[in-house]
Nanobody, 122 residues
Framework: QVQLVESGGGLVQDGGSLRLSCVAS????????MGWYRQAPGKEREVVAS????????VYADSVKGRFTISRDDAKKSVYLQMNSLKPEDTGVYYC???????????????WGQGTQVTVSS
C-alpha cells in the first residue's frame, strides 16, 4: 500500500507564509509527477502547482504564479509547496497528489493525501 501524508498547514495572516510538505511511503517502486491541489468551501478542487519527476518542469495556476514555489526531493519521496504573500482567497484544504508505481504493479497509479487546512485571515 502507498500513503501520502501532508503537513505544514495552519492559520496565517494576510501576507504571511507557509510551507507545506508531503511524503510518500509504502511499497513504492518509483514516484512520477507530483502536485498540490486545493479545495475552498463550496468550490471544486483545483490544481495549484505540479512538478515532474526530477523536478525538471513545473506548472502553476495563474492565481499563485510569483507567490508559490513547488519543489521536490526524490531521495525523500517528498514534495513541498512554499507559499508566500498569502491572501484570504488562498484559504482551503490543500491536497498532495502523486503518481506512483507500486512494487506490485507495472504502471503508475495516482494517490492522494488526506489534506491539510490552510486558513488566511484578513
Amino acid at each position: 500500500q502507498v500513503q501520502l501524508v501532508e503537513s505544514g498547514g495552519g492559520l496565517v495572516q494576510d501576507g504571511g507564509s507557509l510551507r507545506l510538505s508531503c511524503v510518500a511511503s509504502g511499497n513504492i517502486y518509483s514516484v512520477h509527477g507530483m502536485g498540490w491541489y486545493r479545495q475552498a468551501p463550496g468550490k471544486e478542487r483545483e490544481v495549484v502547482a505540479s512538478i515532474t519527476a526530477g523536478g525538471g518542469s513545473t506548472v502553476y495556476a495563474d492565481s499563485v504564479k510569483g507567490r508559490f514555489t513547488i519543489s521536490r526531493d526524490d531521495a525523500k519521496k517528498s514534495v513541498y509547496l512554499q507559499m508566500n504573500s498569502l491572501k484570504p482567497e488562498d484559504t482551503g484544504v490543500y491536497y498532495c497528489r502523486a503518481v506512483v508505481t507500486p512494487r506490485t504493479a507495472d504502471w503508475g497509479v495516482p494517490y492522494w493525501g488526506q489534506g491539510t487546512q490552510v486558513t488566511v485571515s484578513s
